[in-house]
């Protein structure tokens, strides 16, 4: 009996042995083709935001990290034409999303006009508070084309709080988080694009 089960003992380690080293294997072939498809993802969603024909650079290189007011390590896209300032993309979080952190992509113009802003990834409420998503509600596009003024402008809310940002019908937590973050990014992004443009590149990972 004690044979018996020291072979199946040895059987059962070669064979988490042999598992361990083909998702490896795995992992390492397929590492290249999740980063092209991430890459490919990110630069669509970058030009939805920023119109391509707005900027010549590499959008998806053209990166650069800072830190925001809580201490979260975030990325700037940058678009440039001819060597000129034009917008930003700027990721950012929401932190007081109804079921926790909210990522978001927030693109802000030169002239401090909002171009487009997409969520990339959340943990709301489905049905109620993932109206945030394009695919879900065109909500999210009710940023574009307009600017904040300062820390002051009230317009920058929900309608329930004053504001001309709309909210959902029974979820009013998420998009006020949402339009918070997207105000303070903008208004970030105003008080510091002199020192976002001139920046080295910093970015290694999407």
């Keep these: 009996m004690k044979m018996v089960i020291e072979k199946n003992a040895r059987i059962l380690a070669l064979f988490a042995i042999a598992c361990t080293a083909i998702v490896g294997v795995v992992n390492v072939l397929t590492e290249d083709r999740i980063e092209i498809q991430h890459q490919k993802y990110l630069l669509n969603t970058l030009n939805e935001i920023i119109a391509p024909d707005t900027y010549n650079n590499e959008l998806y290189l053209d990166c650069v990290l800072f830190t925001d007011e809580n201490n979260n390590e975030q990325k700037a896209y940058l678009a440039r034409l001819n060597s000129v ?121 999407p």
């Design 85 to 205: 300032p034009v917008a930003a993309a700027l990721t950012a979080i929401a932190p007081d999303g109804y079921n926790g952190n909210i990522e978001l992509l927030v693109a802000v113009q030169n002239d401090k006009t909002v171009s487009g802003v997409r969520v990339l990834a959340h943990n709301e409420t489905p049905g109620l508070g993932d109206k945030v998503e394009l695919r879900k509600s065109n909500w999210i596009t009710s940023f574009n084309g307009k600017s904040v003024e300062d820390e002051n402008d009230s317009r920058w809310n929900v309608a329930k709080d004053g504001g001309m940002f709309d909210q959902f019908t029974g979820a009013t937590i998420t998009p006020r988080a949402v339009v918070k973050t997207v105000t303070r990014t903008a208004l970030y992004f105003e008080k510091n694009k002199a020192a976002l443009f001139s920046s080295t590149h910093s970015c290694r990972k």
